[in-house]
């Protein structure tokens, strides 16, 4: 039977610490890497032990390409091969490539072993202050203006009528438009919390109401956020 490791990945390149130190331990065992992006994967891999030989490993790219390489990952399951899959920043499958390949390997009746690392999305809401009772991650919003209003008050309704947290996120450089839609649609006591650069040495992640985030909107453009949304009451 094949055992398939879902490596974490630092959120920043200066977090190491939140890589525990079992994730190496775990990649040494593997003969096969599946990664999102094979560049940034080896540069991650390196920074977490220098002396670790990247060539020894066989290597395949997932990112945009996931679905055309599940037949070399069936086929290295059929070898009985030991592989790692690792996602670009964060946890594989978590608003991240790989969920195809975890899906097979279900199928395939792998032994599967996700190993504990940093997730944006659970970070976020640990510190958000908000519902974490009850929360949806709804991954990127319509990238249209009317269609992204329209998204932004169905997830506001939401979270009132059901008191849960809606997560979302936004490709880097359009973070201030989307702020910017934020702002103008949501009600002023609703609870919207920003989290920026987590992990990082700049990490920022502030809760306030949209009124109050109007007098003090940050500067987001190219930043990795992520945001919640919280129209409910707290108990």
């Known amino acids: 039977m094949s055992t398939v490791f879902l490596i974490p990945c630092t959120l920043s390149e200066d977090s190491n610490q939140t890589i525990p130190t079992y994730v190496l331990d775990a990649v040494k065992k593997c003969s096969v890497i599946f990664a999102e992006n094979e560049r940034t994967a080896r540069r991650f891999l390196k920074s977490l032990e220098k002396t670790i030989v990247i060539d020894d490993f066989e290597w395949f790219a997932i990112h945009k390409v996931e679905a055309e390489q599940l037949t070399r990952f069936r086929q290295k399951v059929a070898e009985k091969k030991t592989i790692a899959i690792i996602s670009e920043a964060g946890c594989p499958g978590i608003a991240d490539p790989g969920q195809l390949l975890i899906a097979a390997a279900q199928d395939l009746h792998c032994e599967i072993r996700p190993l504990v690392g940093p997730s944006s999305i659970l970070l976020a809401l640990m510190a958000s202050g908000m519902n ?10 319509p ?7 329209k998204k932004i008050k169905e997830l506001e309704l939401q979270s009132h009528k059901n ?14 438009q989307l702020l910017e839609a934020i702002l103008k649609t949501c009600e002023n006591k609703t609870r919207l919390c920003i989290g920026v650069n987590i992990t990082a040495t700049d990490e920022s992640i502030q809760t306030f109401t949209v009124g109050d985030w109007k007098n003090k909107k940050p500067e987001l453009h190219k930043q990795p956020a992520i945001f919640l949304l919280y129209a409910g009451t707290l108990n």
Request: aromatic content about 16%; cysteine-free; overall charge negative.
């Open 132 to 141: 974490g009772q009850h929360f949806e991650f709804t991954g990127y919003l």
């Open 143 to 149: 990238i249209d203006n009317t269609e992204r209003v």
């Open 163 to 176: 008191n849960s947290t809606k997560i979302f996120i936004e490709t880097p450089y359009r973070n201030n």
